[in-house]
């Protein structure tokens, strides 16, 4: 019953919060509903019309919807690079902001669900996969074990915020020992989720591009570069309008830690590229068509360049100190680093996985203006989530929102 | 003045968008109980089970509705049955790619056989044109062209190979799909629970053999050329946004008939028989005859063997 009086309030609250700002907030949470009714407009016309308002066919069946949703799995993953230090080794100026690093899984993990909701071609039937009234094709198909992991890291991070956040709320203290172990599974989870999502790619050996162990590896060390380098401009951000504090040492902490995860997904590039080049089979047409293209069509060679471009330069920015320490470098580099990744991840892993086709076709892709606005818009519902999430966490973080009795 | 063909398409457009938020509107106003707007939604076939998971009587229910469904739809007699496996039969398929001329006359039969789209165009077979100087050293796929369009066939200096699903042992497909919608029958033929697929298309990404089509837009067959008789996990018509592809036309062979696409080669190119029985033309092709498999490598086991005549 008392907590039933305490989630009331809660609830009370945090629609309080979210309903005042600044100007500048009202302008932004009005950006991001005119771009989720963009959305919604385009996801009603391909509702109606079917897949086909898409530009994806036969021979490239998969394309935006999955680059996005690979590309937010690793985003959703990487909150786990401030988990370690903050929970593990206790540090204490990333302690203060892992909270938003947490929240930001759980906006990507939604963000996921929904990309794949508008990728299938009968989402009123996905309930078809649901234990019981469903006939989920487990342990076989490694889409169920993704949508298994997805959820439970979900639910676990979301459960880890909403407890630590309804505690603050109500001026209890939160239980170490309860909370403790259900953070610790947080990490392991986190590399599997990166991991199943890799391993729906790399089991498929009718794709060459992907049939290739070193997938999961390269997916966690991209995901470590993009997820941190997309909080470290959230906290600026949050800095700034929020007037919340958020030590320059955090920001460098994590800058660095970047570093060594863009040193590694370089290496890994750097082995992929060797293996497909040095010893060149049939198989490398992929990778061909990837960094130089094919047949007359480049359609990605010049993007995929760029994301190395993007890539190496944010590298250096992370390494060396003297960059690093300097914000708008260090902001810079984030940018590039995002960009890199998105590249890499998103179009640089479905188009040349699926060009040329089985049967050895090349189908020039590019998504359609309504998947992209289609996309746009589950973005700013991700956006809007995590505006909203944020907002009431600071609150109760600064103690500005607390439970009184009326 | 607007193009009069542009203007089609956005009426059509409005149209379907119009029918959408109208049947979403029934289904609204149908989940609040208001009364007569539940005929537009269809619970039963929305509720209905997986194939594998139906009783023989549920079964016959299903196929009782659908062919009331399509009969009232294409305005003629439909039947759909489900009828079983035959006892002791493994089907195999034998192409001959010394005979075949890429006269695609199997493509189309395919299609009026098995109520393939015509807009969006759907086509089960894909026949692949190959030089025969660049095969020299082996068929590179790469090279195999679907698209020729010759006066006459076969043209000159090429060879044909027809693709179509190779209802493999141990196929990608029926492992990746994440609700079980796909499957190899005890006959082995890989059929498809099309009112279960949810059209994620990761059978599309598993088969190596690009087998599998995807309906990306409201498919349509004219009354005129439907074939109304019906196999639920073969030629019934399928809806938007599910992945079909060839099923030996199952409601042909558990008849003890021939599928549509031999019966329709000029040549004499494809055979079919049951590969448990030793006395059948397959076997015997087996046994006589240089055959091989697409990407063998992959260790697929197709049930459908080329050979050289």
Redesign the interface.
């Known amino acids: 019953m008392k907590t039933l009086n305490y989630f009331w309030h809660f609830v009370i609250g945090s629609v309080a919060v979210v309903s005042r700002g600044t100007r500048a907030y009202y302008a932004w949470i009005a950006l991001l509903v005119v771009v989720i009714l963009i959305g919604v407009n385009a996801y009603v016309n391909q509702a109606s019309m079917g897949l086909i308002t898409a530009n994806m066919r036969d021979p490239l069946s998969w394309g935006f919807y999955i680059g996005n949703f690979a590309f937010l799995v690793g985003v959703a993953a990487a909150a786990v690079v401030l988990v370690v230090p903050a929970y593990v080794y206790n540090w204490g100026p990333l302690r203060d902001v892992v909270l938003i690093a947490e929240l930001l899984s759980v906006a990507a993990i939604v963000m996921c669900i929904l990309f794949v909701t508008v990728d299938v071609g009968r989402p009123e039937f996905l309930w078809h996969l649901a234990p019981g009234v469903g006939t989920p094709n487990f342990p076989y198909s490694m889409l169920v074990w993704d949508i298994l992991v997805l959820n439970a890291y979900f639910l676990i991070n979301y459960f880890i915020v909403t407890y630590l956040l309804f505690m603050a709320f109500t001026g209890q203290k939160y239980n170490p020992s309860f909370i403790m172990p259900v953070i610790f599974l947080s990490i392991p989870l986190a590399v599997g989720i990166h991991s199943v999502t890799a391993m729906l790619f790399m089991g498929l050996k009718a794709r060459a591009f992907w049939h290739t162990a070193i997938l999961a590896p390269r997916f966690l060390s991209s995901a470590f570069c993009s997820g941190p380098a997309l909080l470290l401009l959230i906290f600026q951000v949050l800095r700034r309008v929020g007037k919340i504090e958020i030590s320059n040492q955090a920001l460098f902490k994590i800058g660095e830690l970047i570093a060594y995860a863009m040193a590694i997904n370089i290496f890994f590039l750097g082995v992929e590229v060797f293996t497909e080049f040095y010893g060149e089979t049939a198989h490398s047409v992929h990778a061909r068509f990837q960094w130089f293209g094919i047949h007359g069509s480049s359609d990605i060679a010049i993007w995929t360049w760029l994301a190395l471009a993007c890539n190496s330069l944010a590298f250096i920015c992370f390494m060396v100190p003297s960059l690093r320490y300097r914000l708008p470098v260090l902001s810079t580099a984030c940018l590039l680093a995002i960009s890199g990744v998105y590249i890499e991840k998103g179009m640089g892993l479905l188009l040349p996985g699926m060009t040329p086709g089985v049967l050895g076709e090349v189908y020039h892709y590019k998504p359609s203006l309504n998947e992209v606005m289609v996309s746009v818009g589950v973005w700013g519902i991700g956006a809007l989530l995590f505006t909203l999430m944020v907002k009431v966490a600071m609150e109760i973080t600064v103690g500005r929102m607390r439970y009184e009795r009326s | 003045m607007s193009d009069p063909n542009k203007r089609d398409e956005r009426e059509v ?1 409005g149209a ?2 119009r ?3 109208k049947v979403a509107a029934t289904g609204a106003a149908a989940a609040m109980g208001a009364p007569g707007a539940a005929q537009a939604f269809d619970f039963e076939s ?1 509720l209905q089970k ?1 194939f ?2 139906m009783s023989d009587e549920e079964i016959d229910e299903v196929v009782d509705r659908l062919s009331r469904k399509y009969s009232k739809k294409y305005g003629k007699e439909v039947t759909v049955n489900a009828v079983g496996p035959l006892d002791d039969v493994v089907y195999g398929y034998g192409l001959d790619i010394s005979r075949c001329i890429g006269c695609r006359r199997c493509v189309y039969a395919c299609v009026d056989e098995n109520n393939q789209s015509r807009d ?1 165009q759907i086509h089960w077979i ?1 026949v ?1 044109e190959f030089e025969r100087e660049a095969a020299i050293r082996g068929i ?5 062209n ?1 698209y020729y369009d010759h006066e006459t066939v076969p043209a000159e200096d090429k060879f044909y190979m027809p ?1 179509s699903c190779m209802h493999c042992e141990d196929s ?1 497909c029926t ?7 796909t499957w190899s029958e005890p006959d082995g033929i890989v059929v498809i629970d099309y009112d ?7 059978c ?7 087998a ?7 498919p349509n067959v004219p009354a005129e050329e439907i074939n109304p008789d019906m196999h639920l996990l073969g030629n019934r018509p399928r ?5 079909e592809k060839c099923s030996f036309c199952i409601q042909r062979v558990r008849k003890g008939r021939y599928p549509a696409c031999l019966e329709a080669c000029p040549v004499g190119a494809r055979k079919f028989g049951n590969l448990l029985d030793p006395d059948s033309e397959i076997r015997y092709l087996l046994k006589h005859k240089r055959t091989f498999v697409l990407k063998s490598e ?2 697929t086991n197709p049930k459908f063997f080329y050979f050289y005549g």
């Open positions: 457009r379907s968008r029918e959408f938020l929305f997986n594998r998971q969006p894909r692949l590179d796929l790469e090279d195999g679907p693709v990608p492992n990746v799909c994440p609700t079980g919608a279960w697929c949810i059209g994620c298309r990761y599309m990404a598993a088969c190596p053999y690009g599998r089509k995807f309906n990306w837009g409201e809806s938007r946004g599910v992945v992959l260790g």
